[in-house]
Structures are given as C-alpha cells and as structure tokens.
C-alpha cells in the first residue's frame, strides 16, 4: 500500500519560513521524481517544484522560484519544501506527489504524470 503523507503545514507571518515534509511508504522512494503542488480554494492545482530521483536536479514554477527549495532524503524516504519570505499569495493546501515517469525535467511540471498523492498540509501565510 503506497501511501505519502505530509506534515508541517501552519499559519506564519508574510515574510517567515516554513518547512514541510512528507514521508513515504509503500514504494521504492528512490525510483521516483517527486513534486511539490498547492491548491487555493476555487483555484486549479499549481505546480510548485519537482525533484529528480537522486534529488540532484529541481525545477521551481516562477512563483516561488527563488524562495523555496526542494529537497529529499531517500534513505528516510523523505521529500522536503523549505519555504522562506512567505507571502499571503502562498496560502494553499500543499500535496506531495510521486511520478514514474521516466525523464525528470519541464515535463515533470505536469500534475497529470504523478501515481501517488498525499492528503496535503495547510500553508497559510498572514496578510
């Protein structure tokens, strides 16, 4: 049973950090690229950062590029969104996702091409 989960999730300042997290189960982590996607209310998912099997590479959408950082440990089975200078337009449910697909890239900024999903955290940035 494959199962992700993430955790982390809060109300900060506009300007503060926040790092999430999500675990993996069920899965051989590192044959994954893993992504990071975000969900206002009324609004579509967005793409928010992808990060290669090995965690050498990372793609960021231009809204947060600059500001949060992908990361991932595979021996813990881990992903990781360091978020730093949130700001209001942030405030989202964050989910993790994990694709097979074969070649990490641009292509691996589509949130039809992820296998497994978790729940999602609540990230609210004050205004």
């Known amino acids: 049973q494959v199962q992700l989960v993430e955790s982390g999730g809060g109300l900060v300042q506009a300007g503060d950090s926040l790092r999430i997290s999500c675990a993996a189960s069920?899965?051989?982590?590192?044959?994954?690229?893993m992504g990071w996607f975000r969900q206002a209310p009324g609004k579509e998912r967005e793409f928010v950062a992808t990060?290669?099997?090995?965690?050498?590479?990372?793609v960021y959408a231009d809204s947060v590029e600059g500001r949060f950082t992908a990361s991932r440990e595979n021996a813990k089975n881990t992903v990781y969104l360091q978020m730093n200078s949130l700001k209001h337009e942030d405030t989202a449910v964050y989910y993790c996702?994990?694709?097979?697909?074969?070649?990490?890239?641009?292509?691996?900024?589509?949130?039809?091409?992820?296998?497994?999903w978790g729940q999602g955290t609540q990230v609210t940035g004050s205004s």
């Open positions: 996702a994990a694709s097979t697909f074969p070649i990490f890239g641009t292509q691996t900024m589509d949130v039809s091409l992820y296998k497994y």
């Open positions: 069920g899965l051989t982590f590192s044959s994954y690229i």
């Open positions: 990060i290669s099997r090995r965690g050498t590479s990372t």
